[in-house]
T-cell receptor, first 113, second 111 residues
Framework: DAGVTQSPTHLIKTRGQQVTLRCSPK?????VSWYQQALGQGPQFIFQ???????QRGNFPDRFSGHQFPNYSSELNVNALLLGDSALYLC????????????FGSGTQLSVL | KNQVEQSPQSLIILEGKNCTLQ??????????LRWYKQDTGRGPVSLTI?????NTKSNGRYTATLDADTKQSSLHITASQLSDSASYIC??????????FGPGTRLSVLP
C-alpha cells in the first residue's frame, strides 16, 4: 500500500520563475491538501482539492494554484516566485470515508534564489 | 475560533528521561486528534490518533491522552532517545476534512 508520494524532493529556482510540484495520494484517499512550511514554523494550509475542485483555501495569493486529476493526484503551481516562497511544501491526503486524519508525504524542499 | 495551542514551545531533556507535551484546542465540531512527529526537512509522521471516546492510546514509548471535556491532550514520551529529537505537532480534525494545526513543540534530546 503506497503512501503519499511527492516529487521532486528538492528544487532550486530563481525569482520570477514558475514551479510545479506533484503529489500522489495514499491508496484509497480522494482528497489532497497542500501546506507550506517555512523553516522553524508549523505547516500553513494552502488549499485542499476534492473531486477535482478546490474546496478550501488558506490565506495565500493567487500566485498559488493547483489542480487535481481524475486519479486523485494533484499539482501545486506557484508563479512569479519570490524569495519568501522558499519552504518545505507538504502534500497530505485524506478521505471523508476514512475519516481518520491526514497522511503526509515527505515534502518538496523549494529554494528560491 | 478554531485554534490549537501547544506547550512548551521547545524542550530540552537528557537521553533516558521522560517528558510530556501538551495540546489544548478549541476546535468544534471535534472529529479526532492526531499527534505527529516531524524530523527536520521531512514530512510529519503520525504517532497516534484519538477519537472522542478514547482516553489513552499508546505507540511504543509514546502515550497520548485525551480529555474531551477539557479539550486537552498530552503526549508522553518514555525513556527518551536521541532519535526522539524532532518537532511534535498536534492536529485536530473537524468534520468535513477540516484540519487545525498546532504550532508544534520542538524537542531536543541530549546525550
Amino acid at each position: 500500500d503506497a503512501g503519499v508520494t511527492q516529487s521532486p524532493t528538492h528544487l532550486i529556482k530563481t525569482r520570477g520563475q514558475q514551479v510545479t510540484l506533484r503529489c500522489s495520494p495514499k491508496s484509497g484517499h480522494d482528497t489532497v491538501s497542500w501546506y507550506q512550511q517555512a523553516l522553524g514554523q508549523g505547516p500553513q494550509f494552502i488549499f485542499q482539492y476534492y473531486e477535482e475542485e478546490e474546496r478550501q483555501r488558506g490565506n495565500f495569493p493567487d500566485r498559488f494554484s493547483g489542480h487535481q486529476f481524475p486519479n486523485y493526484s494533484s499539482e501545486l503551481n506557484v508563479n512569479a516566485l519570490l524569495l519568501g516562497d522558499s519552504a518545505l511544501y507538504l502534500c497530505a491526503s485524506s478521505s471523508l470515508g476514512a475519516g481518520r486524519g491526514l497522511f503526509f508525504g515527505s515534502g518538496t524542499q523549494l529554494s528560491v534564489l | 475560533k478554531n485554534q490549537v495551542e501547544q506547550s512548551p514551545q521547545s524542550l530540552i531533556i537528557l537521553e533516558g528521561k521522560n517528558c510530556t507535551l501538551q495540546c489544548n484546542y478549541t476546535v468544534s465540531p471535534f472529529s479526532n486528534l492526531r499527534w505527529y512527529k516531524q524530523d527536520t526537512g521531512r514530512g510529519p509522521v503520525s504517532l497516534t490518533i484519538m477519537t472522542f471516546s478514547e482516553n489513552t492510546k499508546s505507540n511504543g514509548r509514546y502515550t497520548a491522552t485525551l480529555d474531551a471535556d477539557t479539550k486537552q491532550s498530552s503526549l508522553h514520551i518514555t525513556a527518551s532517545q536521541l532519535s526522539d529529537s524532532a518537532s511534535y505537532i498536534c492536529v485536530v480534525s473537524r468534520y468535513g476534512q477540516n484540519f487545525v494545526f498546532g504550532p508544534g513543540t520542538r524537542l531536543s534530546v541530549l546525550p
